[in-house]
């Protein structure tokens, strides 16, 4: 794709457009995925155990 439209008398703005939007999307993805995961529950912070409580996993009823 990025040959083709480099090819088109536009062609170089849409290859930096369409580049650009992945690098933020593969930069900012990973972070804002973890997140959502964490917000609504299905992850839970790493390290953050506490020492009052026995660190044991779950039991899924």
């Known amino acids: ?3 083709t439209a480099a090819q088109l008398s536009d062609g170089h703005m ?4 369409v580049l650009f939007s992945v690098l933020v999307y593969e930069l900012a993805g990973p ?3 973890k997140i959502a ?3 609504a529950g299905e992850i839970r912070p790493e390290g ?3 020492a009052r409580v026995e ?5 899924v009823a």
């Open 31 to 33: 972070t804002l995925n």
């Open 37 to 39: 995961l964490t917000a």
């Open 1 to 3: 794709m990025a040959a």
């Open 48 to 50: 953050r155990t506490s």
């Open 55 to 59: 660190n044991k996993p779950e039991e």
């Open 14 to 17: 849409v290859r930096n457009v």
